[in-house]
């Protein structure tokens, strides 16, 4: 079965928001959708271009004195039914995440505790730069009240990042107490 290319529809849903151009597209990926659906730069223009071919958006070149030729991309009707049509349909797996900490964790019996607590606590730090990140781009969206119909989908989003961050730095938290806590017990600190 053929593997549905799903940063096709990234970029068709991410010109309904008014990024039109190769560059706003890369600022509103880095700024939002890059928390949990990762593009490249390296594929947004390729993307742009089999839309253009394919009838699902059209592009504009708007000369500039001194610079390149800017293109502005649109969404074709035909591209905002195909956005649709994809929205309907009900995903067709949960993605597995791919976690270097859960993979080292898996493996922690051939380390030493206090290697797999660094490993912990590091991740925890990196978490909570995560969730003020969140929560700032929280800040941002609730300023802008021009999008409104967007907005309240876009905070829900943000609520999944929050939720899901907040539990795993208390999975942290509590791996690290077991750790620290079997460690007492048998009275030894290293592997």
Known sequence: MKKMNHTKYAILGILTTGCNTGYAIKQLIDQSLNHF????????????????????????????????????????TTGKLELQKWLQQPIS???????????????????????TIQHLEHYRDKLSESYNTYKEIEKMITSYPSNENDAQFWIF???????????????????????QNKEDLNGQTDI
């Open 37 to 76: 659906w990762k593009i490249s730069y390296g594929q947004i223009y390729p993307t742009l271009k089999k839309l253009v071919a394919d009838g699902l958006a059209t592009v504009q070149v708007i000369p500039q004195e001194g610079k390149p030729d800017r293109k502005e991309y649109y969404l074709t």
């Open 93 to 115: 797996e949960i993605p597995v995440e791919k976690n270097e900490l859960l993979l080292k964790l898996f493996f922690s019996s051939h380390q030493s505790n206090a290697s």
């Open 157 to 179: 989003t943000l609520d999944y990042g929050i939720r899901t961050t907040l539990a795993a730095i208390e999975w942290c938290d509590a791996t690290i107490q077991e750790i």
